[in-house]
């Protein structure tokens, strides 16, 4: 199952790299439906700080906030601050989640996309977990562009 998500905001890439590359970011982008947890040790680390290849290590993925629905092995493939990273994790419901953003100039601002390519463990999880996707990738999207402005275009 691919997907894929772009927003355009009014920021340089360095100056978004820098607004969203941690895990204490990360769960802005995903208020206020969704929460991943993370050992206190890794909430202010950068990304690029993290180790690469390796699981780093077990985030509970809460709806609502408290409600625990999935657990991720957060495992980075890829970091290149100011364009990017590659995350490939396994989960719960998907055997095979990879996640890659990355982030170009555009104008004034920059384009962001997430692209995803997921394998849900049994065929019976695919819509559910199709659902959970675009609703988790459109809040994450609408958040990213209020808190960083659109730059005067949206594509979503």
Not at 25 to 54: H, Q, V
Not at 67 to 91: H, L
Not at 99 to 106: E, F, G, L, Q, Y
Not at 125 to 146: C, D, E, G, S
Request: aromatic share 12%.
């Amino acid at each position: 199952m691919k997907l894929k998500f772009k927003s355009h905001l009014g920021i340089s890439p360095d100056e978004l790299w820098r607004r969203i590359n941690s895990f204490q970011r990360l769960n802005m982008e995903l208020a206020p439906f969704l929460k991943m947890s993370c050992p206190e040790i890794y909430k202010t680390k950068l990304f690029d700080e993290f180790p690469i290849g390796n699981p780093v290590f077990k985030s509970v993925i809460y709806l609502l906030r408290f409600i625990p629905v999935e657990v991720s092995n957060i495992r980075f493939v890829s970091v290149t601050p100011g364009m990017g990273f590659s995350e490939d994790s396994k989960m719960i419901f998907s055997s095979s989640w990879k996640h890659k953003r990355s982030i170009s100039p555009d104008g004034a601002g920059c384009l962001i996309a997430d692209e995803l390519d997921i394998t849900p463990r049994l065929s019976i999880f695919k819509p559910v977990l199709y659902l959970f996707t675009k609703m988790t990738f459109f809040i994450r999207h609408r958040n990213l562009r209020q808190m960083h402005g659109d730059g005067g275009r949206n594509d979503r």
